[in-house]
């Protein structure tokens, strides 16, 4: 069977028309910059440290969020001993200051060009950062891989926004991007958002490299000059069904959320799409570049992994599914139950 869901009879980019180019006149004046109301909103981050590029990443990702949004987000924090070896920012052993040892991480790495942020004050900042900011740590076994759809399913049971996003570690939006989200999800029958458009939508960015030029992105929310950079450190790539997804928790959870039977590295992305769509879900594409920060990738990201040749049979099986059947597999899942999403 095909691999990509756009070869699959009946499978499209998205199956509601684009919304208009009216974006919601919702943000506040706040030392000042303008964040976007998005207190009905909670990013849900999986996160595993493998190297130091990683975690700088998460630094980015997290201080985009804060900064230009009042959403609520959740890190789940999967740490290895094996993993945190290459690169230690947290003592596992007494981890009950890790909001703030992160929050301090995430300022010393990010934050250098005081123009940008004038007199913003990170020490009672770190208060709002708290009342944001819920983590979740999880310690695994050494040979234990990153189980990315279970993390995802946890907190999507915890959260407690109409609105939920999967949102990978190492990526960031537009805020004309954020904003059309919420449009579609508040003002309308849609059920899910690819805040990205489909094909060469992703501009994949070697932060290190270009440095000041992240910065300003992920302070002022403003990526213009990441796409004038295209081609300096960055290169511009394709962007179909991963990334970053935005729902609504009720849709979420009526599609069974994610399917914890693929671990580590999966084509988890694309079985969720392809099941939303047979589900009957609105989805929405946004004609916006989304932004990736690159790092190495270890079997968790990979085909290396030694889970791969099983999630690709899978989804093999999944795909040759129709609506009746796909329903009642997942009905039956363990997982399914545990979470209370079926009587």
Known sequence: MSWFPEDLKGSEISNIPLASRHLINSM????????INSD???FMIPYGTDSQVRFENLCDVVGWIFVNTTAKIHIYFSESRKGMSSFSWINLDSPENLLQVFYNNMVIHRFH?????NDFDFQSEFENFKNRVKYTLYVRKDDE??????????????????????????????RHAFISALNYLRNSNTDCVYPYGFGKYQLQVHPRQISEIVEEAVV?????????????????????????????????????????????WAPEDIERYVRALKFGLNIARIPQFVYHLEH???NDSSNTNPMFIKNEMLWDKLQKMNKEELMSYYKNCDYVKRYGWVS
């Open 40 to 42: 009905d909103v909670t």
């Open 145 to 174: 891989p990153f189980h990315r759809m279970r993390y995802l399913n946890e907190m999507l049971v915890q959260s407690q926004t109409p609105i939920v996003v999967n949102h990978d570690a190492d990526v960031f939006i537009s």
């Open 113 to 117: 060009q005081k123009e940008l942020y």
């Open 28 to 35: 506040n004046a706040l030392r000042g910059y303008y964040q």
């Open 296 to 298: 190495p990738r270890g």
């Open 220 to 264: 002022t929310g403003d990526t213009s000059k990441l796409l004038k950079n295209a081609g300096t450190s960055s290169m511009i790539w394709d962007a179909k069904y991963g990334h970053t997804i935005f729902y609504k928790k009720d849709s979420y959870i009526r599609m069974f959320g994610e399917n914890e039977e693929f671990v580590s």
